[in-house]
């Protein structure tokens, strides 16, 4: 078991999570410790690393940033059109529903499996591989299909696809970043490439959506995830460097440990903003360019700012985790974010959906950048790929609730409803995140 206790800097102890400040910093293996235990009576394995970078770290960080960037030129030219091509094929709300839902239904379980096997000596590198090159194909088979049926499978399979190069992939960044003193500055910049090529993505997809239709982006998406899949291929198999104690064996962390141990609350956190996103963003594209009247270009241009704020944001966030601790950070990405839902709420003018947007790219910014540091922090390496697998699997379970909920809403209801019940939810997510970042002694996070 993995215990999450609460002490002042400098203590440490076996079974112990060290917060400073509201911080997540070092935590161990073992049995839980007592005031009147003298010693442990099982052995500790330390699940932090000592400062080691591999002698070709910026060759390998630049790599793995090339491969995030590639995937998400990809996902920014074809996935933000998702539900619009759905509709334009056919599709009415309740099936653009059945669609998003059968996806994340897929990858939920799927990033469990593939988390498992990414922690196999040697199979994260190709999974990434895999996984991208089989994106690739099915982006260009959605291309080509003449009605929406068609969607079905090529969505299934991609829920098989995604978690394969999202787990792996981030698993081995959390390999390379182990130990390193910046890690929370330099994850915040390999997800900021991430966001700097989306919002190129959506915004250039938009305006070719108009001009050629939305196969054409999914043509776009079919390239950049060829590239990435090249790119991986140029990684080796292992990036980290071992600095296990000889004779020691490593620690078998299982799944059931990561969710009952210090993983619980970004797993919790998660889903508490995760799910009213989806639900929201669901049918945004729809509200925006049809309920509205603004269009394909003013949705992927609003779509686009959020993503181009989330640059700047994103290197602001990964110096705020390390000055005011990880749950603070998340607390301000979800007040944000519930300042978003309510500004939706009023059916504002365009000038403040634009502000509304810049506003998003900060509470995305704070939430990713803190969510992703933590789910690659709290696991060894031997359980970096369950870690990884968990923490898409929460994603994933947030995205299908909120998806199969939030095109029925709509269709039942309106959009109003959605934006005001994400809105509180967000909230509620906020205030257990301040609950954590002022920890009682004596309490299991």
Not at 26 to 47: C, I, N, R, Y
Not at 261 to 281: D, E
Not at 372 to 378: G, R, V, W
Not at 419 to 440: K, M, N
């Amino acid at each position: 078991m993995i215990h999450v206790r609460p002490m002042t800097c400098g203590q440490s102890g076996p079974g112990r999570l060290r917060v400073c400040g509201g911080n997540w910093q070092t935590f161990v293996v073992g049995k839980s410790d007592t005031s009147t235990e003298a010693a442990p009576t099982q052995p500790t394995v330390e699940l932090s690393r000592p400062p080691q970078v591999a002698p070709d770290f910026w060759r390998l960080y630049l790599t793995l940033s090339t491969v995030i960037f590639c995937g998400f030129v990809a996902l920014g030219s074809a996935g933000p059109f998702q539900a619009l091509y759905a509709v334009s094929l056919g599709a009415t709300l309740g099936q653009v529903a059945l669609l998003a839902g059968g996806y994340t239904s897929i990858a939920l379980f799927a990033g469990l499996a593939w988390g498992r096997l990414a922690d196999r000596p040697g199979r994260r590198k190709w999974l990434m591989v895999g996984g991208m090159c089989l994106l690739g194909i099915v982006h260009l088979a959605s291309a080509l299909v003449p009605h929406w049926e068609w969607l079905v499978p090529l969505r299934f399979i991609e829920g098989l696809a995604i978690p394969a190069h999202q787990v792996a992939s981030m698993a081995m960044m959390g390999d390379l970043l182990a130990g390193h003193p910046n890690r929370p500055r330099l994850i915040s910049a390999y997800r900021m490439s991430g966001s700097l090529a989306f919002s190129v993505a959506i915004v250039a997809s938009g305006a070719l959506s108009q001009a050629v239709g939305y196969a054409g982006s999914y043509f776009v998406a079919t390239v950049f995830f060829a590239i990435g899949s090249a790119t991986a291929a140029t990684l080796p198999a292992v990036v980290h460097v071992d600095v296990s104690v000889p004779g020691t064996p490593p620690p078998r962390v299982g799944f059931g440990e990561l969710l009952t141990g210090p993983m619980r609350p970004v797993l919790i956190l998660a889903l508490a903003f995760g799910l009213p996103f989806s639900m929201v963003y669901s049918v945004w594209p729809i509200w925006i360019a049809n309920e509205l009247g603004l269009g394909q270009a003013t949705y992927s241009q609003l779509w686009g700012l959020a993503a181009f704020a989330e640059v700047p944001f994103m290197l602001a966030a990964g110096w705020m985790i390390g000055r005011a601790g990880a749950p603070r950070t998340f607390t301000l990405g979800l007040i944000a974010f519930s300042a978003v839902y309510c500004v939706y709420l009023i059916n504002p003018p365009i000038e403040g959906l634009f502000l509304a947007q810049v506003v998003r790219g900060l509470g995305f910014a704070a939430y990713t950048a803190t969510s992703l540091t933590m789910a690659i922090e709290l696991a060894p390496a031997t359980a970096r790929g369950r870690a990884a697998g968990l923490y898409q699997s929460a994603q994933g379970l947030a995205q299908i609730t909120g998806n199969w909920i939030g095109p029925p809403l709509a269709g039942a209801f309106g959009f109003r409803p959605i934006y005001a019940l994400a809105a509180v939810a967000v909230l509620g997510g906020a205030a257990y995140a301040l609950r954590i970042a002022r920890p009682t002694p004596q309490t299991d996070l």
